[in-house]
């Protein structure tokens, strides 16, 4: 098993025990004012969990460079402390860390402190929908300078004990800036032409070569920017063999940019998508003559299997992967002594990563809450000695909290009303591109067994458990939510369900659906209900859906619909609440199945023949469906509670039985997590 996998490697003078590299994530805990101590937790964490190579979030090369007031700055001397409290950390641990050096050019935002007098710059003053400003177009002495500051970030990182450093030249930032049409319109010495737009990476790799020799310098290039205007693939080749040239140590291969409008790292995307692009990479370097050199294929593997898949196909020498390492430190260790069950997967959902990186808030993980917190929430058994703690609830809030109440060293028993335990966590995973979330919560089920925690399923917990709930040192209450159901004339019509029963069968639906509400649980149903056949594309089938080429790539084409669906809304945006990195793909996604959307509508009433409103504007209308999905909100479960009150036991209460303000998965294991803590 992994025969490929677990091989030795070496980056340059570096050798590594296999071929995973966990890749850069900006953590958004390089600026805290911790001493370090929260940086340096989260990666000895995971080169504790066996990670061959860490690479860090970037970190600025310079000030301009920064990508948001959460980043680092190489200069810097209190992060120059973190640093080296993390790389010390990771050694301590047993692992190796590259430190990479970062510019974000015209990605950086606007007026953040540490930027060019709040104006960014880049090759050309080329507007940026990500960053929504247009950069100043960088002078020869800014790229001088810049060029030089790599080379100054790179001897920094050797002087703080790092083992090598990556050079960020992919995913649109400032490299990727000079090497695509898109965005290099310049007509001097560093534009005009491939050969002038690649000079300005390749000046990069030189100064970095010169400024530490010997040191294992891995650059990350595009493999495919994915956007109209984008690096060419024949440039892109020409690319990897000049950075060989320059002195590169490895080539590590991105794909996309925040711009791109094919989704590259949503789950959505079949893992393993983008190898291809590496392997792309790795040809024109067999080509040259430098097939020596390693590629590292990276975005959108979640399981050591999909990375022993593409190097056993050969083509490529290493697989980087970020987030499956947040969400479980330990996915190596774990793979390697075959317990490929036991791992938490990443389920790409991205709204405690990526979400949170473009912003300020600290990254965690929803499968992992811990992550990110690993210096407030340590390993191991919680003094006080062995309670017996009861969990009501077995939603994804309960389920964290029980797994972190048996990790504190308790017995736990858990309680849950429905005859299937997940909660609304189930009820996504049954949505195409979803199935990782079902498997999370079947991992958690097994976990529970594994343990020796029973889970009494279809028991409501309510005033008949008095007695039953006093046996218990304490409980965390997470009940979860309800569907409301609104008051509208005919929604006590047979042709109306609520989403719950909904989920539950989907296929009992007719051929016409009218959903009343269009907020996640909305846009997920309409997924389902249209889904064809339910199969997962292949790597293959998406590329050629989204027309993806070298350099650019062409909108989703449209799919067939299995059912008619129209999603309302009485104000607010489709999709609302869905993470910013997500939504767009998810409602892309829905114009392809032809989901209709009414967004401002006023309910009438519903009928036998669908449901009756008042439009936008104001013409009365019949949306006709056979069945008319109640989706428009949801309330605290709140029999538990009581139940609990009546006890006088002592509870705490986590995920939406606590408000349905702002909820979804994120809040509610986090919530999870902290309320087996505070027992
Ligand atoms: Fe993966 Fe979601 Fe965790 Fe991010 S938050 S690492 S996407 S599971």
Known sequence: MFDHVFRPGAIGALRLPHRIVMGAMHLNLEALEDGGEALAAFYAERAGGGAALIVTGGTA??????????????????HRAALRSAASAVHAAGGTIALQLFHAGRYALPGVAGTDGGAPFAPSAVYSRFSRTTPREMTAGDIARTVADFARG??????????????????GYLINQFTAPLTNLREDEW????????????EVMRAVRAAVPGFPVLFRMSGADLVEGGTPADDTAALAVALAEAGADALAVGVGWHESPVPTVQAQVPPGTWAVFAKDVKRALVAAGRGDLPVIASNRFNRLAHAEEVLAAGGVDFVAMARPFLADPAIVTKSREGRTDAVDLCIACNEACIDRSFGTERVSCLVNPRAGYEAEFGRGAAGGGRRRY???????????????????????????????????????GQVPGKADFARTVRHHVAELAERGAPL??????????????????????????LPVRPALPGSALPNVIDYAQAFAAPHTLGP?????????????????????NGQEPTPAEFLASHAVTGGSAAPVRPAAPAREVTLMRRGGRVGAGIGPSTRW???????????????????????????????????????????????????????????LR????????AGGVTGTAGLNAVRATAEGLRAAHRL
């Not at 029980?402 to 996504?428: I, K, S």
């Not at 009494?456 to 009940?479: E, K």
């Open 646 to 653: 009546r006890a006088g036991v002592v509870f705490e209460a």
């Open 512 to 532: 016409r659906v009218a959903v009343i509400g269009g907020g996640g649980i909305a846009v997920d149903l309409a997924h389902l209900l249209t889904a064809g």
């Open 154 to 171: 790179a001897e920094a990182a050797s002087e703080l004990g790092f083992d090598a450093v990556e050079v960020m030249g992919s995913e």
């Open 456 to 481: 009494h399923l279809g028991h409501r917990i309510g005033p008949q458990d008095t007695a039953l709930l006093r046996t218990f040192d304490g409980v965390v209450l997470a009940s979860g939510v």
């Open 191 to 202: 534009g005009g032409d491939a050969q002038r737009r690649r000079r300005f990476p390749v």
């Open 585 to 643: 793909v998810a409602l892309s996604q829905l114009r392809a199945a032809g989901v209709r959307t009414l967004v401002g509508v006023a309910y009438e009433e519903i009928t036998r023949e669908g449901v009756v409103v008042r439009d936008a504007e104001g013409e009365r209308r019949l949306v006709a469906a056979d069945h008319v999905v109640l989706a428009a909100g949801q309330e605290p479960e709140r029999d538990a509670r009581a139940a």
């Open 61 to 78: 090369v310079s000030p301009a460079g920064a990508g948001g007031p959460g980043y680092g700055v190489v200069g810097d001397t209190s």
């Open 390 to 428: 009861a969990v009501v609830g077995a939603g994804i809030a309960g389920l964290q909290a029980a797994r972190t109440l048996l990790d504190l060293g308790h017995d736990v028993e858990v309680f849950e009303a429905a005859c299937e335990p997940g909660g609304q966590f189930r009820m996504a």
